[in-house]
């Protein structure tokens, strides 16, 4: 599975709106993008996913552009209980059954008051 | 309702040992997984079961054994704990097939081996 880039760390304030852009440039044809959350001594949740341009949900938007080598997170309007570990994945479908996710190394948003 | 469920929350043992680790989830799923996370965050898949078939072994140690007694249950059994097994396990659950699905994790089992 493809191998996924995205920041370290990223710090915002209460209110702004967070962008987060993941890197995938080797993605295959049929693996698709998803983005989790986790925080400190829980498991990681899913936020978002998607394969290809604009997919939006109640709590995130994700961009994703037609060469589908990068896609973008975006938290409208984060608070403080954004602060978390934000995961961008290449998922693929296995004929087995299931799916195989792909975890890259993720970026520690921090969000302030 | 705890919908994937771990046990134990924290296991504290020697080199050498054997322990156990057990996973329920009450989703109604097919597929279920187990996950490391070592100490910087990086969290690995190591195996896959769908109805109790074994999909995805990636490269384990094969002190480490799944076994799946039934859909809803995934286990995972390692021998001789080393020093570099210490790191936070989690179990997983997906239920659809052939299409982009959600993984729901378990809350994680914090492992140290002294």
């Known amino acids: 599975l493809a191998k996924t880039t995205q920041p370290i760390s990223m710090d915002s304030y209460e209110g702004q709106e967070v962008n987060i852009t993941c890197s995938h440039n080797?993605?295959?044809?049929?693996?698709?993008i998803t983005w989790y959350q986790q925080f400190p001594s829980q498991g990681p949740r899913f936020i978002i996913q998607?394969?290809?341009t604009k997919v939006t949900n109640e709590v995130a938007s994700l961009f994703i552009p037609a060469d589908r080598k990068s896609s973008t997170l975006s938290l409208p309007r984060v608070s403080l209980s954004d602060t978390a570990v934000y995961y961008c994945?290449?998922?693929?479908?296995?004929?087995?059954?299931?799916?195989?996710?792909?975890f890259g190394t993720g970026t520690q948003l921090k969000v302030e008051l | 309702d705890t919908a994937v469920s771990q046990t134990p929350k924290y296991l504290v043992t020697q080199m050498g040992n054997d322990k156990s680790i057990k996973c329920e989830q009450n989703?109604?799923?097919?597929?279920m997984y187990w996950y490391k996370q070592d100490s910087k965050k990086f969290l690995k898949i190591m195996f896959s079961?769908?109805?109790?078939?074994?999909?995805i072994n990636e490269t384990v140690p094969n002190r480490f054994s799944p076994k799946s007694p039934d859909k809803a249950h995934l286990n995972l059994h390692i021998n001789s704990l080393e020093l570099g097994d210490s790191a936070v396990y989690f179990c997983?659950?997906?239920?659809?097939?052939?299409?982009?699905?959600?993984?729901?994790f378990g809350p994680g089992t914090r492992l140290t081996v002294l």
């Open positions: 989703l109604g799923h097919d597929t």
């Open positions: 994945l290449v998922g693929r479908i296995l004929t087995g059954g299931g799916n195989k996710l792909t």
């Open positions: 998607g394969y290809k």
């Open positions: 997983a659950s997906s239920s659809r097939q052939g299409v982009p699905d959600t993984q729901y």
């Open positions: 079961y769908n109805n109790k078939e074994l999909i």
């Open positions: 080797n993605i295959a044809t049929n693996d698709y």
